[in-house]
T-cell receptor, first 114, second 113 residues
């Protein structure tokens, strides 16, 4: 089983609908992240959380919200989806940056907003 | 945030070494240099990181210039499985940006049989 699991893997929805992407991890990491990737571009940080009580906005948080339900779970919501939110979304986790600072990514959730 | 500059694409032949360059002229003294790669249809995966000294691991080597304004990821013998997008990223070790990684567009590596 994957250490970082994202659901759903693929989703097609309509403009204005509410969508939630879920991420769970079994690595025991405190830190979790949501990134978005658009074709031909790198990854852009949406939100990140360094522990259950700590939520921070990234570069492109407008139109998104997150919830850290537990150490192992971090969900991303689009309250009213719009077509330019069509993208590939990645969840990632990391442990203490005093060590490698390595991020572990999920396999991605492809979202299409019509 | 300090930025990195990488070539858009590079090509290599299988079993030959590959040197992927990265410029980071505005790097600060506390920035770590990280490399990730993204294989087709997968999430990025960590390759290697360093601060000042050259680093080696089972996947690659990282050569860091003495002034730290550039670095090179070295794949000693490219395989077809190494075809991916390679990202050079600076990670700030402190301040409000602590821990965040900012991905650029990366270098698309094509490996020919």
């Amino acid at each position: 089983d994957a250490d970082v699991t994202q659901t759903p893997r693929n989703r097609i929805t309509k403009t204005g609908k509410r969508i939630m992407l879920e991420c769970s991890q079994t690595k025991g990491h405190d830190r979790m992240y949501w990134y978005r990737q658009d074709p031909g571009l790198g990854l852009r940080l949406i939100y990140y959380s360094f522990d259950v009580k700590d939520i921070n906005k990234g570069e492109i948080s407008d139109g998104y919200s997150v919830s850290r339900q537990a150490q192992a779970k971090f969900s991303l919501s689009l309250e009213s989806a719009i077509p330019n939110q069509t993208a590939l979304y990645f969840c990632a986790t990391s442990g203490s940056f005093a060590n490698t600072g390595e991020l572990f990514f999920g396999e991605g959730s492809r979202l299409t907003v019509l | 945030d300090a930025k990195t500059t990488q070539p858009n694409s590079m090509e290599s032949n299988e079993e030959e070494p590959v040197h992927l360059p990265c410029n980071h002229s505005t790097i600060s003294g506390t920035d770590y240099i990280h490399w990730y790669r993204q294989l087709p249809s997968q999430g990025p995966e960590y390759v290697i990181h360093g601060l000042t000294s050259n680093v080696n691991n089972r996947m690659a080597s990282l050569a860091i210039a003495e002034d730290r304004k550039s670095s090179t990821l070295i794949l000693h013998r490219a395989t077809l499985r190494d075809a991916a997008v390679y990202y050079c990223i600076l990670r700030t070790a402190g301040g409000t940006s602590y821990g965040k990684l900012t991905f650029g567009q990366g270098t698309i590596l094509t490996v020919h049989p």
